[in-house]
T-cell receptor
């Protein structure tokens, strides 16, 4: 079993829709939870990170962590064509430098 | 601006050849990583380094090696390329904050390797 599971999609939504992206994990030692965005033929870039449980909001993006369920989510409000990318969740244990990545979900926002 | 660059961006080679992918970062980061990205597997860690002369094996290190002679560079060598090593390779770096913090990775743009 992989430590981090993510539905690869692809996911296609109309412009303006609310998008929900999710990951589950098995290791309760993970404390840092991140979302990376990767445009086609580019390297991933950090979008948001959260420490432990709770929500974090940044503009149209909201990251949620539910440690009791070992489940994290990224919500995108008012989705735009420029949001079309692959979104990768990533997790880290406190005291470690390595990240564990999900497989990524490919999102297309149709104008 | 600080950056991380990979070369070559594209390479085609033959089975059995030795291949080296270069990675150079100007962030002055201690931590450097090599990942490969394949459909259905996501990003998998190959090797990583926490500083000069330090190297460590990752999840999929067989057939790969790295060396760290300075802070800026971490070249990845495929000793004898195999078709299973056809992939997109990403180099990344991060700050060392006493092992605390979320450890944001800064990625290069990737090197696409095809082994025929």
């Amino acid at each position: 079993q992989k430590e981090v599971e993510q539905d690869p999609g692809p996911l296609s939504v109309p412009e303006g829709a609310i998008v929900s992206l999710n990951c589950t994990y098995s290791n309760s030692a993970f404390q840092y939870f991140m979302w990376y965005r990767q445009y086609s033929r580019k390297g991933p870039e950090l979008l948001m990170y959260t420490y432990s449980s709770g929500n974090k909001e940044d503009g149209r993006f909201t990251a949620q962590v539910d440690k009791s369920s070992k489940y994290i989510s990224l919500f995108i409000r008012d989705s735009q064509p420029s949001d079309s990318a692959t979104y990768l969740c990533a997790m880290k244990k406190t005291g470690a430098n390595n990240l564990f990545f999900g497989t990524g979900t490919r999102l297309t926002v149709i104008p | 601006d600080a950056e991380i660059t990979q070369s070559p961006r594209h390479k085609i080679t033959e089975t059995g050849r030795q291949v080296t992918l270069a990675c150079h970062q100007t962030w002055n980061h201690n931590n450097m990583f090599w990942y490969r990205q394949d459909l259905g597997h996501g990003l998998r860690l190959i090797h990583y380094s926490y500083g000069v002369q330090d190297t460590n094996k990752g999840e999929v290190s067989d057939g790969y090696s790295v060396s760290r002679s300075n802070t800026e560079d971490l070249p990845l060598t495929l000793e004898s390329a195999a078709s299973s090593q056809t992939s997109v390779y990403f180099c990344a770096s991060s700050e060392s904050r006493g092992l605390a913090g979320h450890g944001e990775l800064f990625f290069g743009e990737g090197s696409r390797l095809t082994v025929l």
